[in-house]
């Protein structure tokens, strides 16, 4: 007879023992509204301004949540909006798992630069994110 050691890996649904991260298979974000791209560093948006903009990715492994972070730099961020797994879906056109997200940008007095954060968590606990920048003015 075999034994598990305590650190080994949940067998999950396949029953393999062996979990994978979340591709994210998007370059660059495009917000739908304005059709400016998110992460280019001559774009600019207002403050208060809604993003609504489209994440494309895969996933061997289901998908549990998709999350939104924000903030001021990197090691500042914090999650904004969580949607369920239920808010992706397969985009035959892309090729690619999708999902949109809606965010409302800060209001800000002086010009400032934003970071936004997409990330595909699965429900191994999986997860991979894609961090654009955006310039509030």
């Not at 994440?55 to 001021?72: C, R």
């Given at each position: 007879?075999?034994?598990?050691?305590g650190d080994?890996?949940?067998?999950?649904?396949?029953?393999?023992?062996?979990?994978?991260?979340?591709?994210?298979?998007?370059?660059?974000?495009?917000?739908?509204?304005?059709?400016?791209y998110?992460n280019?560093?001559?774009?600019?948006?207002s403050s208060?301004?809604?993003?609504?903009?489209?994440l494309?990715f895969?996933?061997?492994?289901?998908?549990?949540?998709f999350?939104?972070?924000?903030g001021?730099?990197?090691?500042?961020i914090?999650?904004?909006s969580?949607?369920?797994?239920?808010?992706?879906?397969?985009?035959?056109?892309?090729?690619a798992?999708?999902?949109?997200?809606?965010?409302?940008?800060?209001?800000?007095?002086?010009?400032?630069?934003?970071y936004?954060?997409?990330?595909?968590?699965?429900t191994?606990?999986m997860?991979?994110?894609?961090?654009?920048?955006?310039?509030?003015?």
């Amino acid at each position: 007879a075999c034994t598990r050691k305590g650190d080994f890996i949940d067998e999950g649904a396949a029953g393999t023992g062996v979990h994978y991260y979340p591709v994210i298979i998007s370059d660059n974000l495009y917000d739908t509204l304005t059709g400016k791209y998110l992460n280019l560093t001559d774009t600019t948006f207002s403050s208060s301004q809604q993003l609504i903009f489209e994440l494309d990715f895969y996933s061997q492994d289901p998908v549990d949540s998709f999350e939104l972070w924000a903030g001021k730099s990197p090691s500042k961020i914090s999650r904004v909006s969580a949607l369920n797994a239920l808010a992706g879906g397969y985009s035959r056109t892309k090729g690619a798992d999708t999902v949109l997200f809606h965010y409302t940008l800060p209001e800000e007095d002086n010009p400032v630069k934003w970071y936004i954060v997409p990330r595909v968590v699965t429900t191994a606990g999986m997860e991979a994110h894609f961090q654009a920048t955006v310039l509030i003015q």
